[in-house]
């Protein structure tokens, strides 16, 4: 079933969403975190995080490019040594 593969990849995901939500929120939400530290950790901002997670999405989205890319290259060249080219 689709469901439980789909449930591996948006549990996580979720997650952490709504840690980042909680994050970025933080000051209207002061009474339900124990302090501003436990976000930051201590020395990080949100911006240094929020940087972090835009290059690692991009270098995510440019190496799964790259893969489909190949896939597509090498399934022309099979096509076409099949057909005698």
């Known amino acids: 079933s689709v469901i439980p593969k789909a449930l591996v990849w948006a549990v996580p995901c979720s997650a ?3 840690g980042i ?10 009474s339900h975190l124990p302090s501003s530290d436990v976000i930051s950790g201590g020395n990080l ?20 490019t790259g893969k489909a890319y190949s896939r597509w290259w090498e399934g022309g060249t099979l096509l076409q040594q099949a057909r005698g080219e």
């Open 45 to 64: 901002d949100m911006s240094q995080v929020w940087v972090a997670y835009n290059f690692l999405l991009a270098f995510l989205v440019s190496f799964r």
């Open 16 to 18: 952490i969403a709504v």
């Open 21 to 30: 939500h909680v994050a970025t929120h933080h000051e209207q939400m002061s």
